[in-house]
């Protein structure tokens, strides 16, 4: 009996020991043995060439974490800025989710207590090697959620974005015209192009947010780095109703009514825009360098970009930054392992599969990396570490107030309607801004 009593024991440790080898493990403390774990995650990257970065990354996250599932929602922006502070707000919410920087959208879920401070990860992750303060100030805010640029970092951002100029390559060499310079140059390039009966500037309003993008490239050119910052931080007491913001209003209004635009361009949307200039329409467009997958296939077209020349050629900034940062809802139940997914998608391996994209990472390149740069994507990964290398990166100017993404928009559309002057213009916006800075000096 004795013996048959051990053998029975021995097999029953044998099938203890060979049930545990069976099972996944994972370094992660929050996945256990019997559960798996599922990681709802939002993104905006509904793009083809960014989805596809994305699906790679989650499936290769998901690999190296046996038990754990990325359940993803895809949305474009103006529908994730739309539906996600409600969504944070559930239980059942999701536990990562990308939050567009600025007042309106970051500052007000903060404010709202919806985000949880990501300064522990910080320090553990290192995250401070990968990100200058500089860009890391782009996803700060004190807990309150009122004060821009400074206090608790609250997400982070795969991806790097330079605004500059889109030029159709065959165009250009066909009419031998040249890469301007100086501003100067661009103003006679654009009468040029006119004049030879081609649309200069590829351009839809219809959606808004990307006629900020033109207006501020133009004052990006005509304002110090200084101002920018204070008047995007709220700091400083600056105005909007400045004559440098009034003679970037004015070159706008001009370049509108010179016919410069495409053809009914109120009544284009930024995609319709975008794929018109794919076409061939369009010897120019202005926009950020998240375009340049887009251009790199499925057309028969070459395209270059370069960044929109300063005053006598001078030295200025251009609209640039980081994109779109990931975030972690306060109440997850897995803040570790949401942590853990977004060092992963600022890992050097995110950044070498953005690049193969044609999508600037906002990290560096591994150094054995062997990414093509001898083509548009290289174009703009050179502007990018200009503006960066030369402390050159604006902002994006709607981050300034809660409400000013729709001031800018409205104040726009009368603008290039000849509806307002820039003079009407920049006070209009100034009221939105002087509003909010005697708010936030209560």
């Known amino acids: 009996m004795k013996k048959i009593h051990k053998i029975v024991v021995l097999m029953l440790v044998l099938i203890l020991v060979l049930s545990a080898c069976s099972k996944p493990t994972t370094d992660n403390p929050e996945v256990t043995d019997s559960d798996e774990i599922t990681l709802v995650v939002w993104d905006q990257f509904?793009?083809?060439?960014?989805?596809?970065?994305?699906?790679?990354?989650?499936?290769?996250?998901?690999?190296?974490?046996?038990?754990?599932?990325?359940?993803?929602?895809?949305?474009?922006?103006?529908?994730?800025?739309?539906?996600?502070?409600?969504?944070?707000?559930?239980?059942?919410?999701?536990?990562?989710?990308?939050?567009?920087?600025?007042?309106?959208?970051?500052?007000?879920?903060?404010?709202?207590?919806?985000?949880?401070?990501?300064?522990?990860?910080?320090?553990?992750?290192?995250?401070?090697?990968?990100?200058?303060?500089?860009?890391?100030?782009?996803?700060?805010?004190?807990?309150?959620?009122?004060?821009?640029?400074?206090?608790?970092?609250y997400g982070v951002s795969p991806t790097a974005e330079v605004v500059g100029v889109f030029y159709n390559k065959g165009i250009f060499k066909k009419n031998r015209w040249s890469v301007p310079t100086t501003f100067e140059e661009f103003q006679e390039l654009l009468a040029k192009i006119k004049k030879a009966g081609i649309t200069p500037i590829s351009f839809g309003s219809l959606d808004g947010w990307n006629a900020i993008h033109e207006f501020s490239a133009i004052q990006h050119l005509l304002v110090t780095p200084a101002y920018i910052n204070s008047l995007t931080y709220g700091v400083n007491n600056v105005s909007f109703d400045t004559p440098e913001n009034q003679e970037a209003a004015q070159i706008l209004l001009d370049w509108a009514q010179a016919g410069y635009f495409t053809e009914g361009y109120p009544g284009i949307g930024y995609d319709d825009s975008n794929n018109n200039f794919k076409a061939g329409e369009g010897a120019m467009t202005i926009t950020g360098s998240w375009f340049a997958p887009e251009l790199m296939i499925g057309t028969d077209q070459e395209f270059g970009f370069f960044l929109l020349p300063g005053l006598s050629g001078k030295q200025t900034m251009a609209i640039g930054g980081v994109g779109v940062p990931y975030a972690i809802r306060k109440t997850t139940q897995h803040p570790d392992l949401a942590a853990e997914y977004l060092n992963w998608m600022i890992s050097p391996r995110a950044a070498e599969l953005w690049a193969k994209a044609g999508m600037l990472p906002a990290m560096s390149l591994p150094e054995n990396s062997k990414v093509k740069t001898?083509?548009?994507?290289?174009?703009?990964?050179?502007?990018?570490?200009?503006?960066?290398?030369?402390?050159?990166?604006?902002?994006?100017?709607?981050?300034?107030?809660?409400?000013?993404?729709?001031?800018?928009?409205?104040?726009?559309?009368?603008?290039?309607?000849?509806?307002?002057?820039?003079?009407?213009?920049?006070?209009?916006?100034?009221?939105?801004y002087a509003q909010f800075l005697k708010e936030q000096n209560k």
């Open 46 to 153: 509904y793009r083809p060439e960014e989805s596809a970065v994305i699906e790679k990354l989650n499936a290769e996250f998901e690999k190296a974490h046996p038990g754990v599932k990325i359940q993803r929602e895809v949305k474009v922006l103006d529908d994730l800025k739309m539906t996600v502070k409600l969504a944070l707000a559930e239980a059942d919410g999701p536990d990562v989710a990308q939050v567009n920087q600025g007042r309106s959208d970051m500052g007000a879920l903060i404010e709202a207590d919806l985000l949880l401070p990501l300064n522990d990860y910080l320090a553990k992750y290192g995250w401070g090697n990968v990100f200058s303060t500089s860009v890391a100030s782009r996803n700060s805010f004190t807990p309150d959620g009122k004060s821009f640029g400074h206090g608790n970092l």
């Open 374 to 432: 001898d083509n548009l994507f290289g174009e703009t990964l050179y502007a990018w570490e200009t503006i960066n290398k030369n402390n050159a990166v604006g902002h994006y100017i709607d981050w300034a107030t809660p409400t000013f993404y729709d001031t800018l928009v409205a104040e726009l559309q009368k603008l290039l309607g000849s509806i307002a002057t820039p003079a009407d213009f920049t006070a209009a916006v100034e009221r939105d």
